[in-house]
């Protein structure tokens, strides 16, 4: 069911990025309703596999990872409600979603699910809201991409398709805010979490290369949350901090899933992201 | 069918001929008065606009000459026909209707996707069907040719791209700020396409209007013409931090804004986006300001680049807008040939019926005394030969008009039955049915 979820997203994907490239705009419901027909279809597969095991899905990067998939397809529904649907988002969205999906389709043929375990609330709190950031993060990456394109056609005054189906800058830095503030208050709120539920002190998990990294990620949007709200540091510069952020997360995941640490033991949901 | 177009347009004649032969709309409903009757007209629209005049006619007993609607022209405009007609251009039925609804499209307008276009149409197609002109032909026609001319709008980027300075520099605000409404517009200098451009942003609604220039009586006026207020020259700078948006159009010969400015009002302003439009010929603001991160300057030859790529974007629309109007022409003419092909159905079997009759009455004569029972069987047999001979050809005419290329087979049948001189009564009668109310 998951594949046929992921193939429905890549469907979606490429209808949104032939719409993004055509000679003319066709406002075809397509892509939506495939990122829709996709999630649909991805939220019964996880309601399935949750109540045939009775339990949360296990803390195996293929679950991690379609359930990032998941989480970001749910706020993109979300923000095309919130911001006007401005269609080019969806062309920039999908890749990304496509890709989460494959990389957990991937790792499912390449590797087998993780034993399960017993996960305390504080450590499903974590996993809940870790995935939640990552997806987050993912979004706020779209949206700063989206933004320095548009920003390069404005000041190239190129005047092409691209600069009138891309949303305005105002539209896309509001989108950018919007998800970078969600996701490092929720990125925040995984990891007082798992500082609560493993009951160490974050200086003890710094330590390990997985922590750093994961210390390093906040410490980065920590600081583009401060430079948006308390500081004039705007515009390009903050899509810059969320492209980088999110190559953070990326290193985080890639280090997450060839790991064989706590969260690869398989705590339920609680320990299955970074 | 038997329509014919007749006129001229800015490309055919120059706006001498063009503004001798126009039409106000009380000439023009005298003007399908005297087409009536001294032409013997029974369907007419006069479409004058500043670009072009024509005349659409048509009758149902006998085609139009082109000559007459010419000689009509001259005589009502007291103009020779030697002047102009060399101008005109001349359509008959499915062209007709095919330029027609290219014209409405603005596919025939000197600036491609005008919308103000359509409204003429309409305002002709009134005039004419005030008068009692927009028959059953006619008034079909135009109202076709309007919804044309609205899908073409709609599904063609024909007149969605700005062809104007100022309607560009609005479309490049609204890529910075999503909405105008509730921004500041700083406008240094009163020049005419400033002031366009400060009439485009105040519609978009642009709320704080700031008007400089070096001669305060200009700025006062130009601001209490959009409901902003004037400020003194000298303190155009410190506004500078106010601005979301600046036009600036002053006749400086050096660049009266610098970098160092513009980041000292980013400064203030908290990096907030500026938009600065730079109309000015020598330019008012150093280019420079362009490399700074949130400021988007655009001068008047960015402007109009972005007008002419639009212009040539619109052009290449043509194409795909002939492609949907031929497509339309097609439509328009089956739906009439199939509103044709039931009289037509209907005099060929009258006709034949009326000669099975006479043929059975001479033969009855001839055979003298025969009994009821006869008689009638002999008369069964007639209707079933003539019943079978019929049917072949009848359903072959239903299948090709449904098929929507029924014209050919009706004229063919109209020849070869010799239908067309029992056709004039049908068409009257079909006139006086199907004559259509304006606006509908």
Known sequence: MFTIATLIYLAGGIFALRELMAPRPSRSPCPLLCALGGFLLHTLWLAWVTAERGRLPEADPFTSLSLIAWCAVLLFLISYRLFGAPPALTSFFMPVVVLFSLAALGISVAEPAAEPGSASGWMLAHGILMLLGCAAFAFAFVTGVMYLVQEHQLKAKSFGKLLRRLPSLDVLDRMNVSALAFGFAVYTGSLVAAAVGQMRSPLQWVRQPLGFLVAVTWVLYLFAVHARFLTPLRGKKLAYLTVLGFALILCTLGLFLGADSLHARGTGLGGLAP | ?440
């Open chain 2, 1 to 440: 069918m038997k329509l014919a177009a007749l006129g001229l347009n800015h490309r055919s004649a120059p706006v001498e001929i063009r503004e001798r032969l126009a039409f106000t709309p009380e000439q023009a409903a005298r003007a399908l008065e005297m087409l009536r009757s001294q032409a013997g007209v029974s369907e007419a629209v006069v479409l004058s606009t500043c670009n072009r005049v024509e005349l659409y006619a048509c009758r149902p007993d006998e085609p139009i000459h082109f000559r007459d609607l010419q000689a009509f022209l001259a005589r009502f405009h007291q103009l020779p026909e030697e002047q102009f007609s060399s101008c005109l251009y001349k359509y008959r039925d499915a062209e007709a209707i095919e330029h027609l609804f290219l014209v409405a499209c603005s596919g025939d307008s000197m600036v491609l996707g005008e919308t103000q276009i359509l409204s003429q149409v309409k305002e002709a197609y009134r005039v004419a069907a005030q008068a009692g002109m927009a028959g059953p032909l006619l008034g079909r026609l135009f109202q076709h040719a309007l919804a044309v001319g609205k899908e073409v709008h709609t599904l063609t980027g024909i007149g969605k791209l700005k062809i104007s300075v100022s309607s560009v520099a609005v479309d490049f605000a609204e890529k910075i700020f999503t909405s105008l409404a509730g921004r500041t517009l700083l406008v240094l200098g009163a020049g005419k396409v400033s002031e366009l451009t400060l009439k485009h942003m105040v519609h978009k609604g642009v709320q704080t209007i700031l008007v400089s220039n070096r001669t305060p009586e200009k700025a006062e006026q130009l601001a209490r013409a959009f409901g902003g207020r004037s400020l003194p020259f000298e303190l155009m700078l410190e506004n500078l931090t106010l601005a979301d948006i600046v036009i600036s159009s002053t006749g400086s010969p050096k660049p009266i804004i610098h970098p160092q400015q513009v980041r000292e009002a980013l400064r203030r302003r908290r990096h907030q986006p500026m938009f600065l439009i730079d109309i000015a010929v020598p330019r008012d603001i150093d280019p420079a300001v362009n490399e700074m991160d949130n400021v988007f300057l655009y001068d008047i030859d960015d402007l109009e680049k972005a007008v002419a790529e639009n212009r040539a974007a619109r052009q290449s629309e043509i194409l795909e807008c002939r492609r949907l109007v031929a497509e339309r022409v097609d439509q328009f003419v089956n739906a009439i040939r199939i509103r044709d092909a039931g009289p037509v159905i209907a005099r060929l079997t009258e006709k034949v019926h009326q000669m099975r009759q006479q043929e059975l009455e001479r033969t009855l004569n001839k055979l003298g005394a025969l009994s009821a029972k006869d008689r009638e069987e002999i008369e069964y047999m007639t209707k079933r030969i003539i019943n079978k001979l019929l049917n072949s050809p009848i359903s072959t005419i239903r299948q090709e008009v449904a098929k929507g290329d029924g014209h050919r087979i009706l004229d063919a049948a109209e020849k070869l039955f010799d239908l067309d001189s029992d056709s004039e009564e049908a068409a009257k009668d079909e006139g006086k049915d199907e004559r259509l109310e304006p606006g509908t």
